[in-house]
């Protein structure tokens, strides 16, 4: 798991830069998440470049802390603004000037001004963190379900001290997107490069704790159907890696719907948002050099129109995005319309349990104690 970013198209647009700007001080601030030490890099290229030239710059790190779904918000009313610059004369000034940018609608005392390391690192140690939080939820939920405890209690009782808080302590399937894997990956490295394996071994962890949970997911809905899944139709609803996007970069429906494929299942896959081609080819990418499980996507995977269409003679119902239209289905219609017994499987702690098995479900959800015999 020690593979260094390529940085080739940063490289490309520093040197972009310097052949545009050739007279006077530019500010150049880097924006998203970087490699730790980017800025340096920019800097020498930049510096290079310019030899000849009466350009000078100064280079800023100024990262995003944007969640799909709600980035105008976060944009408009963030938590915090970093600003990371040398700590020189020349980069305070150029601190100063960015931040007076943002001072027109955030307030001076939530713009945190740092060196450029230290902006660097911290949002990839904010995605870690989040990740990391995530990873030990889902890890108390295989407990909860070993030992008959509620996932969604443990969490609120913990999530009440102050220390501690609330917020993404929701167990699920495991997350996904494109930052929380690719940034942890980054520290990964970054720690290897710099001799400390241990603590590499230690944020790796996270990673592979979310992959153990969506392969205990699969394994779970195999095992809870008489072990075997081969030739009985499940209806996946959601692919999305999260609700409000059709973003599907690392989300967990592409594992979890190809461990399915795998054991023989024939998948009946809707999402509102991602369109179909999407998820065929993200399976298909997924599959790599296997055909076997390449033969399966094209032979038992149908993208349905809509819930219920899905939904029709299915042995199974798996939930995978926590999409609010799925809370609203019409259960009683669902149950008329699947095979006997008729199994759900929540992957992200949407539906009411309890009430699905009073119906004559036999559901279960990650993190919670089986209520059907």
Request: proline share 3%.
């Amino acid at each position: 798991y020690q593979r260094r970013v390529h940085g080739g198209y940063v490289e490309s647009c520093s040197r972009m830069i310097a052949s545009i700007v050739t007279t006077g001080h530019t500010i150049v601030v880097e924006k998203s998440t970087v490699p730790v030490r980017c800025c340096v890099a920019v800097e020498k290229v930049l510096t290079a470049c310019s030899k000849e030239t009466s350009a000078t710059f100064e280079v800023l790190s100024n990262p995003e802390f944007l969640a799909e779904g709600t980035a105008i918000q976060d944009l408009l009313v963030p938590d915090r603004v970093l600003i990371g610059g040398k700590e020189t004369e020349s980069g305070q000034r150029a601190i100063a000037k960015l931040s007076s940018v943002y001072e027109q609608w955030v307030p001076k005392a939530n713009v945190i001004t740092t060196n450029q390391w230290s902006s660097e690192l911290s949002k990839l140690v904010a995605n870690a963190f989040l990740a990391q939080r995530i990873s030990s939820i889902n890890a108390i939920s295989a407990v909860c379900e070993a030992s008959g405890a509620n996932v969604d209690e443990v969490a609120k009782a913990i999530g009440r001290d102050s220390r501690i808080g609330s917020k993404f302590l929701k167990a699920s399937v495991g997350f996904g997107g494109s930052c929380f894997q690719k940034d942890i990956l980054n520290l990964v490295y970054l720690c290897s490069s710099l001799g400390l394996s241990e603590v590499g071994d230690y944020w790796y962890s996270v990673t592979a704790m979310n992959d153990y949970q969506r392969r205990r997911f699969a394994e779970k809905i195999v095992k809870t159907m008489f072990d075997t899944v081969t030739n009985k139709k499940i209806a996946v609803l959601g692919f999305a890696f999260k609700k409000d996007t059709g973003d599907t970069r690392e989300t967990s429906a592409i594992p979890v719907c190809n461990a399915l494929l795998e054991d023989g299942a024939v998948l009946h896959i809707y999402d509102p948002k991602v369109p179909p081609k999407q998820m065929l080819a993200d399976l298909e990418y997924e599959a790599g050099n296997n055909e076997h499980l390449k033969s399966c996507i094209k032979k038992n995977v149908v993208i349905s129109s809509s819930s219920y269409d899905a939904i029709e003679k299915a042995h199974a119902l798996v939930v995978l995005t926590e999409w609010d239209e799925f809370k609203a289905l019409d259960f009683e219609h669902v149950l008329s319309k699947m095979t006997k017994p008729a199994f759900v499987f929540d992957g992200r702690g949407i539906l009411d349990i309890m009430r699905l098995n009073a119906m004559g479900f036999r559901a279960l959800a990650i993190g919670k104690p089986c209520s059907f015999e």
